[in-house]
């Protein structure tokens, strides 16, 4: 079992909530552990991902280890192109930028992504890019119809036939969709694509520890043993009824505590660009899991020092209704010191001999004190290192502290309603069969809206 890597401070947060507030809040945190546990709260069908890191086979992993080894063979330095949105992209992203080098250019192979926005100029740009590199494509998506990875699928696609032959891109090509059902499964029937199944209780923003994330991230050469390993540590710690042992409860408490004080916002503020796609795939986690019947946390990522010289001065002295949760890596992987010029002609001699680490803790320390003392709730998230046990404690840490704080508010934290809205009017905006009715009720109210 691994050691507990993350670690989540609230102790700052005195002068916004007492001890006593949070333990009142134990009985509804107690609530919703036993309904997510016994599975007898809202959306029970898809907490599938509970048991992912003790529950995934070794067979399973072993199979898509192989088949990253194979790939990887094929497209040797290459580039694996990850088509994606939303559940079936920000998890595999997020962990390839926490452990992978900064730079796309010096990760091999890469993996690019598409399927995630509708531009022809990035698709171009990529295919462009990829022209000269060996690739194979990993095509993602439970449902097996969602637009954006399905359009980008064929241009991709089409690309590869042309390229290597209709047998030989089928060869290239992994599709990971629903077991049966979906225009993808068929697909990949049809062409005899190698295929991996999504498990039928396991959400799309729940799904980073299925084959979504795990063969994609195999590829790009990462220990997926290790991220589901680390996955059963935070099980271990995140587990429970009371808020002083349950460190996912606890988080998920004092959430809703500040929420209900008018602090509606959480940012979640890093200070290390590796966790910027951390910050964008907990977003569409919590955003997607608890903004609903007219609740939920908004959730917003601030890139620091980077956004300190830019909404640095909103978070200090703007509007009073966010709290803020620093989420910090206490280690990186290198370390470089500010050397000493002899002309001290910059005047940075006083910092010479003192590391970026070093530095970037003071800004942090002094980020803390500052927020605090202009009226922003703030608590610490500090995560031990860049390694896969890390990330997937972090993974599971926060599914479970979004389902408990989904429950203690009341909705359900596995459904998504509202993202069919905007489906419903494309389509019929699109002309697609079945949807002539809304067509006629929209067309005239898209005149002022061109692009
Ligand atoms: O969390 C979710 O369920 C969604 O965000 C999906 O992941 C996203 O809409 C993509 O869906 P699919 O994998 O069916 O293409």
Known sequence: MSTQNINYNDSFLSAFLAPSELESYNPAVA???????SKTGLGNDFLGWLDLPTKTSRDLVKSITDKAGEVRDKIKDGVLISIG?????????????????????????????AGHNINSDYLTD??????????AVNVISKSGTTTEPAIAFRIVREWMEKRYGRKGAAERIVATTD??????????????????????????????LTPVGLF?????????????????????????????KNLAGRYAAIRNI????????????????????????????????????????????????????????????????VFETFMILKKTSKTMTVPKFSD?????????????????????????????????????LMLADRSETTLGQLFFFFEKAVALSGYILRVNPFDQP??????????????????EKQAQALSARTKDISI
């Open 85 to 113: 949105i939303g559940g079936s992209y920000l998890g595999t992203k997020a962990a390839i930028e926490f452990c992978s080098p900064s730079f796309e250019e010096l990760r091999k192979p890469r993996v690019l992504f």
């Open 258 to 321: 500040l929420f209900r004080k008018g602090y509606t916002t959480e940012v979640m503020a890093t200070f290390q660009p590796q966790l910027h796609f951390v910050n964008e795939w907990w977003k569409q986690l919590s955003g997607e899991s608890e903004g609903k019947n007219g609740t939920g946390i908004m959730p917003a990522g601030l890139d620091y020092t980077t956004d300190l010289h830019s909404l640095g001065q909103w978070m200090q002295d703007g509007l009073r209704n």
């Open 216 to 244: 994609p991230l195999a590829v790009a050469g990462l220990d997926v043993a290790k991220l589901l390993e680390g996955a059963a540590g935070a099980a271990a710690f995140c587990n429970g009824e009371d808020v002083n």
């Open 31 to 37: 609530q919703a552990e036993k309904q997510l546990i």
């Open 344 to 380: 001290d002609s910059d005047d940075l001699n006083y910092l010479a001999g003192r590391s970026f680490e070093d530095i970037n803790e003071k800004a942090f320390q002094g980020t803390v004190l500052a927020h605090l003392d202009g009226g922003v709730p703030a608590a610490v």
């Open 179 to 208: 077991r049966a059902k979906g225009a993808l499964r068929k697909l990949a029937k049809e062409e005899g694509y190698a295929a991996f199944e999504i498990p039928d209780d396991v959400g799309g923003r729940f799904s980073v």
């Open 418 to 435: 509202g993202v069919e809205a905007y489906k419903k009017n494309m389509f019929a905006l699109l002309g697609k069969a079945g949807y």
């Open 126 to 135: 990529m295919l462009e890019l990829v022209k000269d590199h060996e690739v």
